[in-house]
């Protein structure tokens, strides 16, 4: 068990979490021998890793957010409507399709 603790001890070191050892010693063999497997299962790295993600500066913050172009079905011509639906109908046929969710309560005069 001296060995297991030695490589948990050195990990833990590595990544700044050494003071996850610190009641070790009050611990019951049992309650070490548990610990110490415990640790070993963590994927440090991949929590370091994690972590470093979620500072980095949001890109889509610097992105300008613009109103997407639509076409108002009201004031289309009924040949306009046939052939707008067709191309919609061969999309959704051929599964190239994208949903836009809009936030609720926006309203556009061009929709009301």
Do not use: C
Not at 71 to 95: A, H, M, S
């Amino acid at each position: 068990m001296e060995d297991r603790y030695l490589l948990v001890k050195e990990k833990l070191n590595k990544y700044g979490q050494g003071h996850l050892l610190k009641f070790y010693k009050e611990l019951s063999d049992t309650e070490k021998e548990e610990l110490l497997e415990d640790i070993l299962e963590i994927n440090f790295e991949q929590i370091e890793t994690l972590y470093k993600e979620i500072k980095v500066k949001d890109k889509f913050k610097e992105n300008i957010i613009e109103p997407i172009k639509y076409v108002d079905k009201e004031k289309l011509k009924e040949e306009e409507r046939d052939y707008y639906n067709k191309i919609g109908e061969n999309i959704i046929r051929n599964k190239e399709y994208a949903v836009v969710t809009l936030a609720g309560g926006q309203r556009n005069k061009a929709w009301t």
